[in-house]
């Protein structure tokens, strides 16, 4: 199983970028989905990207074309870039990972949480 840390969130300004990145402790090959989700003041948490282990990325609609998922199996880490980041964005982030149970791997771990924070 693993164990994930995220970093890279603070304050972004519209229009600006931001990159968080979400390192993995353990047997990466154990996970079969990576996801960012987030979660705002009063809302649910919603998935914003996700990626597999094959590499097929999928993103809300509310973030496509803006927002990248990506991952490093060398560096153990997957990451999120943001761009033309509007202040909606504000929210904590948070990073998955689903176990692949095919191998069995019956798990989803979360991060402990980044928060990120769109202002001018």
């Known amino acids: 199983q693993v164990r994930l840390v995220e970093s890279g969130g603070g304050l972004g300004q519209p229009g600006g970028s931001l990159r968080l990145s979400c390192a993995v402790f353990g047997d990466i090959y154990s996970v079969s989905v990576w996801g960012w989700y987030r979660q705002a003041p009063g809302s649910e948490r919603d998935r914003v990207a996700s990626?597999?282990?094959?590499?097929?990325?999928d993103y809300a609609d509310s973030v496509k074309g803006r927002f990248t998922i990506s991952r490093d199996n060398a560096d153990s880490t997957v990451y999120l870039q943001m761009n033309d980041l509007k202040p909606e964005d504000t929210a904590a982030y948070y990073c998955?990972?689903?176990?692949?149970?095919?191998?069995?791997?019956?798990?989803?771990?979360w991060g402990q949480g980044i928060e990120v924070t769109v202002s001018s």
């Open positions: 998955n990972a689903v176990g692949n149970a095919a191998l069995g791997f019956d798990f989803s771990r």
């Open positions: 990626i597999t282990n094959s590499g097929t990325t």
